[in-house]
């Protein structure tokens, strides 16, 4: 139970960012220029990149304490 | 009580991470020339920052553990702890900013890369503290500590020269925001503090992973005393 509330919280955050992540993709899309939309997609790839970048770590890490707590046991 | 700590800890995390994602997005005014791609800034500039001081962390973990080793082998393997879970957690920081930086310049700069001296200086840094998780990672001895601690000090050189690198040379990298002169810093309060908020959230972010890195490195480190003492025993 409590190893698996490690990997809910991870992915209820990832959920919850993906659902800001499309909001934000969506938001004035259809009145902004070609330019304006280049930046925009540009500023939301480089925000959800970091947080791929973010999580994709911390899912390691809670890999590797969760080995490291089976080689313990053994 | 330490987990319920741990998890407060991760709880107010998550939601100042929330607080700084809003402040950047939807408080921020656009920038007036580059507009949107602007709001990169606000994660690309406290990675580096964070970045920097993981960095710091590795040297002084490095700098205790060269000092303490033959003295006061689990005090330096402690340090030891410390500096790696340092390069980690600043490399991880540090891929961000390589990779947010371009994404901006891209629009800015009509680029993805330029060799200047910020740029390269930054890439150098990373390589370096590559190195040192690849050293940590695949070599094998007594001695790889040592060696990744001296490594773990040379790399720290880089960082003054990353920082002051477009203050010396002339770059194609934005001048620096604060401490540049009577013209730097940001005017606008409301990016001052999407800024600010991003800075503490980062930070916080980062602590906290830190913190579970080191721990992980810990319970290694016990695991292999453990498995050493198993074996010298069996004899």
Known sequence: MKKNAFSLLLVLVALALAICFWRWDQVGLGQMDASARL???FTVAAYAVTWLIQLGYLALLGRKWRSMKRRHDR | MKKLLFGFLAAITVLLMFWGF???ICVAPDEQTMHEVQRIFYYHVPSAMVAFLFFAINLAGSVCF???RRNRPERAQ??????LAGAEVGVVFCTVVLITGPMWA????GIWWTWDARLTTTLILWLIYVSYLLLRRFAAGHEVQTLAAVLGIFGALDVPIVYMSNRWWRTQHPAPVFGGGPDSGIKDPHMLAAFGW???AWLVWGLLILALRFQVERRAQRIAAQEAQAVLNER
């Open chain 1, 39 to 41: 930046n925009h997609e």
């Open chain 2, 22 to 24: 809003y402040q950047a």
């Open chain 2, 66 to 68: 060269l000092a303490f």
């Open chain 2, 78 to 83: 402690l340090a030891d702890a410390w500096a």
């Open chain 2, 106 to 109: 891209r629009r800015a700069w």
């Open chain 2, 198 to 200: 991003n800075v503490l």
